[in-house]
């Protein structure tokens, strides 16, 4: 079969399951992956003629790449299982109170400074499983709190892990080809220079974009949760929301240019997270009025999940706000300190389980289970064991309820990455056709269509990359050659799109099915994904076609052509929904879907 266009459908069709069931049907993961996961295999077997030890390999490669992950969700529901015995969290949540008690300053701060810090310290979806946690224990609902740690998924992530996305993730992906070496030559530069000039225009991508962000937080903070289901509360704090993005956005691009792609997000996070505390702390810019969630007992059924975290049992034990905040900054040094100090970085990386050749194929993986953030987490706990004088008894219930917790992510999980990995090994040195992988097939398909329009369509590439493999890395490695040979074939600068890739890998997290299934678990939210999802589509969409027109722009030039009407375009959009939500009179307050005030809402709410 040669029809490029039957192809990229057959290609397609797994992911389209997946859609279909997560996001049309809403149902939950765990039901909807084994199917996602069936339909890879079929059209692995029957359309790319992939032999049955190959599909089994990759699946056990999948299996272990889950068992990482379950790792780390193990982790992060014993540091809050922990923190809840021990009293921090209550001292935290009136910590932040005194702060703030608005709900719209907690979720930029918490969210996207201090999840930008822990993205660039650690990656690979650890904010979210971080930062859900700790906000649902501050008062969140389940789902919005998950929504804040998947839409902050975004501007930080290709710098995550101390910029692995871009040294990995578009240096093995772009090293070796010819056409790559002979432009570096061309440019006089190496390799690392080359990528650091790529991470610069990453990094400008990303501040352009991701500068609204933290306003589209919170605009669906109080859209989706608030009282009167208002996105026009979140625009009420739009200068602190600006504010809070420049904090971070600015140090971000600045440390980008002058010492390349390991630390933009780590730096800029960080710098942000320390100005904005500092001035949010004299009332610079914060809210006149306060906005909360409605009481708990007006809380539609689908916000909650079966974890709750509870911070006013030892409310009694008293804890300075330092010693309660010891854990995070535990977790943050040792993250920083294991991916940046050469000698314990090798000692921690060198401790492996591998698994090689599975099933006599070349297929192969490994887990580091001391590098891996469980760990850190894990040693975080045992620390605050100590610092915080906990009892054996309440050491115990914390490893046994988290245990309990975890079973229920581990069959979606399960059943994800075998998936991503059939899909990803399906190339030409896996099947007897000849073809190239599903994902390059879809590529290749998009790219004859759209010709010299391509830079618009980059970053929906390297968003489909992350929504398939849930990592920016991996999108990167599988697409950022295939992009600098499209954008060579059209006279396109091809760093600008292999940029534009990377930032749309980056956007692809705040959708992709592992990420949302891993965050989800850490607040027992486990069935909801679908409806996670359909909000955070909002956000990724935008994020691509920003990122899509001004690449086009960047390629081509302002004046008539498709970049610069899609951006005034979606300029002209943004003001007008502004315009209309801003318009939209207050619903009385008490009341949800048309119910009667004081009603409990039921199972659906407006999304």
């Known amino acids: 079969m040669d029809n490029l266009a039957v192809l990229s459908l057959l290609a397609l069709s797994p992911i389209l399951v997946v859609a279909v069931l997560l996001v049309g049907l809403r149902w939950p993961a765990k039901y909807a992956m084994p199917l996602g996961f069936v339909a890879a295999?079929?059209?692995?077997?029957?359309?790319?003629?992939?032999?049955?030890?190959?599909?089994?390999?990759?699946?056990?490669?999948?299996?272990?790449?889950?068992?990482?992950?379950?790792?780390?969700?193990?982790?992060?529901?014993?540091?809050?299982?922990?923190l809840t015995a021990s009293g921090a969290l209550a001292t935290i949540r009136a910590g932040f109170t005194r702060i703030s008690p608005d709900r719209r300053v907690q979720a930029i701060i918490i969210g996207w400074l201090f999840g930008s810090f822990i993205e660039g310290a650690s990656g690979f979806g650890t904010p979210a499983a971080v930062v859900a946690p700790l906000l649902l224990a501050l008062g969140f609902p389940a789902m919005a709190a998950v929504m804040v740690g998947l839409v902050i998924q975004s501007t930080p992530v290709s710098f995550g892990a101390a910029g692995t996305p871009v040294l990995v993730g578009l240096g093995q992906g772009l090293a070796g080809d010819p056409g790559v070496e002979a432009r570096i030559s061309a440019l006089g530069l190496d390799m690392p220079a080359y990528l650091s000039v790529l991470g610069f225009e990453v990094a400008l991508l990303h501040a352009a974009a991701g500068t609204f962000i933290p306003l589209f937080l919170v605009c669906m903070l109080t859209g989706f949760f608030g009282e009167r289901r208002r996105f026009a509360d979140g625009l009420a704090v739009w200068p602190f929301a600006l504010y809070a993005a420049f904090a971070m956005t600015v140090p971000y691009v600045i440390v980008a240019a002058v010492l390349g792609p390991e630390f933009p997000s780590l730096l800029g996070g960080l710098i942000?997270?320390?100005?904005?505390?500092?001035?949010?702390?004299?009332?610079?810019?914060?809210?006149?009025?306060?906005?909360d969630f409605p009481p708990r007992a007006r809380w539609s059924d689908r916000w909650t999940g079966s974890i709750e975290a509870d911070t006013s049992t030892l409310a009694g034990r008293r804890m300075s706000i330092w010693l309660a905040w010891t854990p995070y900054v535990v977790v943050a040094l040792l993250l920083v300190l294991t991916r940046t100090v050469g000698p314990l970085n090798e000692l921690l990386t060198g401790i492996t389980i591998d698994a090689d050749n599975i099933f006599g194929t070349e297929v192969s993986e490994s887990l580091q289970p001391l590098y891996l953030p469980g760990f850190i987490f894990i040693v975080a706990c045992l620390i605050t064991y100590a610092l915080h004088r906990m009892s054996a008894?309440?050491?115990?219930?914390?490893?046994k309820v988290s245990g309990s917790q975890l079973a229920g992510a581990g069959i979606a999980l399960l059943f994800a990455l075998p998936l991503v990995r059939i899909l990803i090994n399906s190339g030409p040195d896996y099947n007897d056709s000849?073809?190239?992988?599903?994902p390059i097939t879809l590529a290749e398909g998009a790219s004859a269509l759209a010709g010299t329009s391509w830079p618009l369509l980059a970053p929906w590439i390297g968003a489909l990359g992350a929504f398939v493999a849930g990592s920016n890395t991996v999108s990167n490695l599988t697409f950022s050659l295939f992009q600098f040979s499209t954008a060579e074939n059209i006279?396109?600068?091809p760093e600008t799109v292999v940029a534009t890739q990377a930032v749309g890998g980056a956007a692809g997290n705040m959708i992709t099915v592992h990420n949302v299934v891993a965050a989800s678990a850490t607040v027992g939210l486990l069935g909801r994904?679908?409806?996670?999802?359909?909000?955070?589509?909002?956000?990724t969409t935008y994020y691509c076609l920003f990122a899509g027109g001004l690449s086009f722009v960047l390629v081509n030039g302002v004046g008539l052509n498709l970049g610069t009407g899609l951006l005034v375009a979606l300029a002209v959009a943004l003001a007008l929904v502004v315009i209309r939500i801003a318009r939209v009179p207050a619903a009385v307050p008490g009341t949800a879907e048309g119910q009667p005030p004081g009603a409990r809402s039921g199972g659906e709410h407006r999304d």
Not at 49 to 72: F, H, K, P, Q, T
Not at 272 to 286: E, H, K, N
Not at 529 to 539: A, F, H, S, V
């Open 491 to 493: 006279g396109a600068d």
């Open 41 to 82: 295999v079929l059209v692995a077997a029957l359309a790319w003629g992939m032999d049955a030890r190959v599909i089994a390999a990759a699946s056990v490669e999948g299996l272990i790449i889950a068992i990482g992950l379950l790792y780390i969700i193990f982790g992060a529901l014993l540091l809050l299982q922990t």
């Open 393 to 399: 008894r309440d050491i115990a219930r914390s490893w």
């Open 272 to 291: 942000g997270l320390a100005l904005v505390m500092f001035t949010s702390s004299r009332g610079f810019l914060m809210p006149k009025q306060t906005w």
């Open 434 to 438: 000849g073809l190239p992988s599903m």
């Open 529 to 539: 994904e679908g409806d996670l999802i359909r909000k955070t589509i909002i956000p």
